[in-house]
């Protein structure tokens, strides 16, 4: 599959535990929607729990392994059924897909091995064999693997070096609690510098509340790489394993965690919407302006050196394209390399939006740099044709030259992109600096 198939918005199906048992399933012991591949009379059920999340919109539906794990096989007695619940989960959601007729794509739900939400403390070839046993099991059935819940570094290090073994990307969905770390203690950040490797798709906060989702995205947005969530509607902020509210023997009824854990009442499918909506929004890639300017023959119109800062966004990619030719007669841009690795750099009168042009502002800008630790940027002038195209960052020293040349017209095509949440100067209508009024906006 696509590597970057995760870079458009995609929907996730939602959970599918939790929709058998509002369906009427009953749970065993601690089997919970295992109990529904165990039992033939349930698998009709898991294809159309399957189809009505394919029919909502869902471009990911998940294999109902999350509780078919070794360990849970084994804690309810029915390990010697072991490789028929993972092998019948896979070839219920493939049948689901089959009837559908949709181009939808099959996850393969690989679970922390051992008590959801918690670090596994076990040795660690006893946790690599167990990931191992059901990832070969599904591996079959599924486009890509989809880590549910991991709980430390070291589960995932084991999970992907076998799962890069079986030759499929993966998607990784990392639990996270109130303090923003994994229940390992680990932050997303270590996680992701530590173990990313060319085999992601992206990263997952798997079983979190809304409140949570939100503590994290400033934090995962920043680690370049997409990125999603799967709610948890419990009124447990912070969710607990099974053993602690579920404690049914293999041939009871277990325990819904709906009961146990609550469900919250504030929430509903238009409450979520927006929530969906508010997230996407915060974290797209961008806003982008285009303007085209022209300077007539006559004009000495110039702009002195300045970085990019007073427009929409303090986050800001421009894409600056001449439509005729371009040098120092004619108005040529001029830039100082390297000094976009600075960050912003405040001197007087960079903010004075009625003052941007002329000689006296560059004279400013140039005083800026015989500072000693600034005296090694020099001016670069650009000779640029027609249809080239300058791409820098907005933090770059650039302006342009005036136009003496009276025999052209200088037209040039410029392009802003902004990130979404960096956009100070349209939330505070009070601030300087304005938005020109030649540039036309666009949310991408």
Not at 60 to 74: E, K, L
Not at 188 to 212: D, F, P, Q
Not at 299 to 325: D, V
Not at 342 to 351: E, I, N, R, V, W
Request: glycine letters at 6%; aromatic letters at 10%.
């Amino acid at each position: 599959m696509d590597i970057n198939y995760f870079k458009s918005t995609r929907i996730l199906d939602g959970g599918t535990g939790q929709e058998l048992l509002a369906r009427g399933l009953i749970s065993k012991g601690t089997l919970w929607s295992a109990s529904a591949l165990l039992d033939k009379k349930y698998h009709q059920l898991v294809i159309d729990t399957h189809l009505s999340f394919i029919n909502a919109g869902a471009d990911v539906i998940v294999t109902n392994t999350f509780t078919t794990r070794r360990i849970r096989m084994q804690q309810n007695q029915v390990n010697h059924l072991f490789n028929f619940a993972n092998e019948k989960a896979g070839e219920l959601a493939l049948k689901a897909k089959e009837i559908s007729k949709k181009n939808i794509l099959i996850a393969g739900g690989l679970p922390a091995q051992s008590n959801t939400y918690q670090a596994d403390k076990r040795e660690r070839n006893i946790i690599e064999k167990s990931f191992y046993d059901q990832a070969t099991l599904i591996n079959p059935y599924i486009d890509f693997f989809y880590l549910d819940v991991i709980s430390s570094g070291k589960e995932l290090e084991i999970a992907l070096n076998i799962i890069e073994k079986l030759n499929k990307p993966v998607l990784v969905g990392i639990h996270i609690k109130k303090n923003g770390k994994l229940p390992s203690g680990e932050t997303i950040t270590e996680i992701v510098e530590r173990y990313k490797n060319n085999n992601w798709l992206g990263l997952i906060a798997a079983c979190v509340s809304l409140e949570i989702i939100e503590l994290t995205c400033n934090e995962i947005k920043k680690l370049n790489l997409p990125f999603g969530f799967k709610a948890n509607l419990w009124s447990v902020e912070e969710p607990f394993p099974s053993s602690i509210y579920n404690n049914a023997k293999f041939n009871e009824i277990g325990k819904n965690p709906n009961i146990s854990m609550g469900k919250r009442e504030d929430v509903n499918g238009k409450v979520f919407y927006e929530f969906a909506k508010k997230i996407m929004k915060e974290n797209v890639v961008a806003v982008g302006t285009s303007q085209v300017r022209i300077d007539h023959v006559s004009s000495p119109y110039w702009l002195p050196q300045h970085q990019e800062l007073g427009q929409m966004s303090t986050k800001c990619t421009l894409f600056y394209i001449p439509l005729t030719n371009l040098n120092k007669k004619s108005g040529g841009l001029y830039v100082r390399p390297g000094t976009h690795k600075l960050g912003f750099q405040p001197y007087k009168g960079h903010d004075v939006e009625g003052k941007a042009y002329g000689p006296d502002r560059q004279k400013i800008v140039d005083k800026l740099f015989k500072k000693p630790h600034l005296k090694k940027y020099k001016n670069h002038y650009m000779k640029l044709n027609a249809g080239d195209a300058v791409i820098f960052h907005n933090y770059l020293f650039h302006g342009t030259l005036p136009n003496f040349d009276k025999k052209s017209v200088r037209w040039v095509y410029i392009i802003r992109f902004y990130s979404i949440n960096k956009t100070p100067y349209l939330k505070n209508s009070k601030n300087p600096l304005s938005i020109p009024y030649t540039a036309n906006y666009h949310l991408l």
